[in-house]
């Protein structure tokens, strides 16, 4: 049995290093996110705009030619979609393809988010536990230093996992609300141009 613990024991602690490294990548593309998140925040505020206008005044006979007006906008995947949406407003199949992939391509937007909000705590938590028995061990031993340190591994591993999740969950929820809407408003464009059709 003791031979049991202490392979257990050597593959806990041979982990805590792959862990560590992983919450540190992790950290990294959480930054990366939060940038690009509010690199999307700023871009979708002017276009929005313009584009509620725009969809206010929309009708079936003036659709193709208000949606013509929009600024364009790079690298945006809601302003290709009405642009493909305006050229091919005459290819029914075409236009439904187009809807559902990008219904598909705003879900794996949320990808990150998701992979964040259920790894970085589970990463956390492994950051914790781990280092925790050499703590006890350190503590038996009377090595307060040893105890010390592998306490304050664990703390930092917990705090940066938790930190990680929070920016998955709040991205994730300002994002499901911005593609829902994005959908919506293809929809609603999408609509209208039928009917001009008809």
């Known amino acids: 049995m003791e031979t049991i613990s202490n392979i257990l024991f050597w593959i806990s602690n041979g982990l805590l290093i792959p862990v560590i490294i992983l919450l540190l990548l992790f950290f990294g593309r959480s930054l990366i996110l939060v940038g690009g998140f509010f690199g999307e925040f700023y871009k979708r505020t002017k276009f929005s705009v313009q584009l509620t206008n725009v969809l206010e ?7 193709k030619q208000l949606l013509s007006v929009l600024p364009p ?5 809601l302003f290709f979609c009405i642009q493909k949406l305006e ?25 990150d988010s998701r992979m964040f909000i259920k790894l970085g705590p589970m990463l956390g938590l492994m950051g914790t536990l781990i280092p925790m028995g050499p703590a006890l061990v350190g503590l038996a031993n009377g ?24 920016i998955g969950v709040v991205t994730l929820q300002v994002k499901k609300r911005w593609y ?18 008809e």
């Not at 005044?57 to 659709?63: D, G, I, K, L, R």
């Not at 829902?180 to 059709?197: C, G, H, T, V």
């Open 57 to 63: 005044e929309m009708t079936s006979e003036n659709a």
């Open 180 to 197: 829902a809407r994005s959908i919506n408003d293809l929809e609603f464009i999408y609509k209208k141009m039928q009917n001009e059709e």
């Open 143 to 166: 090595d307060i230093s040893s105890m010390a340190y592998n306490m304050q591994v664990a703390f930092a591993t917990t705090v940066v996992g938790m930190l990680i999740a929070a």
């Open 87 to 111: 050229t091919h407003s005459d290819d029914r199949a075409y236009c439904e393809r187009l809807l559902a992939n990008f219904e598909i391509d705003m879900d794996k937007e949320l990808g």
């Open 73 to 77: 906008v790079k690298n945006d995947r």
